[in-house]
């Protein structure tokens, strides 16, 4: 089993920036693609960004040029820099990741934009 632990969650103002960041943990083997999700009041989860193992990267239109996914093989561990944030970048961060035995989800760390 994997477990994935966010941190860095909090209130920052519209234009602030955050850096979230989630480290796996357990029985990982060959962690694949990881990844961030979010999900607002009343919408369903959507994709924020992900990067595979090899580092390519993939984002939601929404997010392109203000958000920075990376990873720290070494460390299991996957970041999401948030910059330029904006009031409707509020909503629940999960972190995601795979390996070949299953699919994992961190708690949720909450994000909120606003003055």
């Known amino acids: 089993q994997v477990k994935l632990v966010e941190s860095g969650g909090g209130l920052v103002q519209p234009g602030g920036s955050l850096r979230l960041s989630c480290a796996a943990s357990?029985?990982?083997?060959?962690?694949?693609?990881m990844g961030w999700y979010r999900q607002a009041p009343g919408k369903e989860r959507e994709l924020v960004a992900t990067?595979?193992?090899?580092?390519?990267?993939n984002y939601a239109d929404s997010v392109k040029g203000r958000f920075t996914i990376s990873r720290d093989n070494a460390k299991n561990t996957v970041y999401l820099q948030m910059n330029s944030l904006k009031p409707e970048d509020t909503a629940v961060y999960y972190c995601?990741?795979?390996?070949?035995?299953?699919?994992?989800w961190g708690q949720g760390t909450q994000v909120t934009v606003s003055s």
């Open positions: 995601n990741a795979n390996n070949y035995y299953g699919d994992y």
């Open positions: 357990g029985s990982i083997f060959r962690l694949n693609t």
């Open positions: 990067i595979s193992s090899a580092g390519y990267t």
